[in-house]
């Protein structure tokens, strides 16, 4: 199994004091169910796990009263368990074709018996009906695919070596040339196999990069399949929307621009539709900020936004054919550098920082701009051999230099200081 980071959080959750039932909310394929039924079967004495979609009967236990004890004893009856106070956890997986389930959470928390985890599909999560839904009794918590440091404990990379890099990040100091061009490699692998599961492990498991593309186009068959099941009337807008995400980071500018779907598209017909894909975990919005200054949500537009895949190489599967040779070999700016923005976007998002760039009339755009410690950071993203070159950046540190924190430059070259900017390798994206 490969090593996830949510794992340590579950045993937080475990030993904390005051413990809630823990929803974990995710796209599909990230390793939801996987990394709670390893947590469960290693740390509880009985592990309970009951899936609402592959048995549907399970859904009785919770047709008619929701006391504790009423649902544990249908449940039993049905064949689950042992139930031993104290000694186990009962995971509910796609709870969101159970409802009632989510409802009678409350209670049986308040029971007070047996641990709880939830888990299920983020658009069905969202979107079914609750009759009430379990407010002071539910601890929320998100995931997501690997990220580039699961990525390479997976690829066999040390944590003396990790613990290296995080070194030369604090110190900013350079690396060795060597363990940096060994680190890039990683990241060029990760750039076109991305952090779906199921991607990694094909990947790893095989030299055949094919396995790992049919991997990839199977993932992205399930998640349209999730548009038409869950996006009802919005389906085909939603579907629409989806399929264009590649195009639109393939522009120099990378903005969303709702015109290119159809003539006379607009916000009114497809903000919905775009809210389904959000919501849905398969895409992140990265909203425009027109003045540099906080709080963002003062000069935030809406109507203004890049629109990221959750993963890179669902990314480059979806739209860049036949380019894996091309990025393993260094040629990682392809297509106006889609996918190493793509990446450091993602890589925020699963650190839970919120994405926003600046463009104040088409002038001085900034990749990222986001708030560190009280102030504003800048990230620009430079995926080719200039990276030395950023006139917005240079006017946004003459003009606001009180205001930020850290002006940032990450590239596939090793760690630098000069003036006020901050070189660092892609890779380190994941110790922001």
């Not at 018996?113 to 079914?128: A, H, Q, R």
Request: net charge neutral; charged share 25%.
């Amino acid at each position: 199994m490969l090593n996830r980071k949510i794992i340590g959080k579950f045993e937080e959750w475990k030993s904390s004091d005051s413990r809630k039932a823990l929803l974990v909310k995710g796209a599909r394929q990230v390793g939801k169910t996987t990394s709670i039924r390893h947590f469960g079967k290693s740390c509880y004495k009985n592990y309970i796990e009951i899936n609402f979609e592959k048995t549907p009967l399970a859904r009785e236990a919770f047709s008619g009263n929701l006391d504790a004890k009423t649902i544990i004893l249908n449940l039993s009856a049905m064949g689950f368990g042992p139930f031993e106070k104290g000694e186990t956890l009962v995971f509910f997986d796609e709870i969101q074709s159970c409802p009632e389930a989510r409802t009678a959470i409350k209670f049986l928390v308040e029971d007070g018996s047996y641990d709880y985890i939830e888990s299920g599909s983020l658009l069905g999560i969202n979107y079914k009906d609750v009759s009430s839904y379990p407010v002071g009794f539910e601890e929320q918590i998100d995931m997501y695919p690997l990220d580039f440091e699961e990525f390479l404990w997976a690829s066999g990379v040390s944590t003396e070596v990790i613990g290296r890099l995080r070194q030369a990040y604090e110190e900013i100091v350079p690396l060795p040339e060597f363990l940096h061009e060994q680190i890039m490699t990683h990241l060029r692998r990760f750039l076109i196999v991305g952090g779906m599961p199921e991607a990694v492990t094909a990947f790893l498991s095989n030299d055949d990069i094919g396995k790992t593309l049919k991997v990839q186009a199977a993932l992205l068959d399930g998640y349209r399949n999730d548009i038409a099941k869950y996006a009802g009337s919005e389906k085909h807008l939603a579907k629409k929307v989806f399929d264009a995400i590649p195009e639109q980071l393939c522009k120099k500018d990378k903005r969303f621009i709702l015109a290119s779907l159809e003539k006379g598209a607009s916000q009114r017909k497809y903000g919905d539709a775009t809210e389904w894909l959000v919501d849905a975990g398969i895409a992140y919005f990265s909203f425009n900020v027109g003045a540099f200054e906080l709080p963002f949500s003062f000069s935030e537009k809406r109507n203004l936004y890049k629109l990221f895949m959750l993963d890179t190489g669902l990314l480059g599967s979806m739209s860049l054919k036949n380019m894996q040779f091309q990025v393993l070999n260094g040629e990682i700016g392809i297509n106006e550098g889609a996918l190493t923005e793509n990446y450091v976007a993602a890589e925020l998002v699963k650190r839970g920082i919120g994405l926003n760039y600046y463009d104040k009339k088409s002038k001085q755009e900034l990749d990222f701009i986001f708030l560190d410690r009280n102030r504003i950071s800048i990230i620009e993203v430079k995926s080719g051999d200039n990276y030395q070159r950023h006139a917005s950046l240079d006017a946004a540190v003459a003009s606001y230099g009180d205001r930020i924190g850290r002006a940032l430059v990450m590239s596939k070259f090793n760690v630098k200081k000069a003036d006020d900017i901050i070189y660092y390798p892609l890779y380190m994206t994941m110790f922001l």
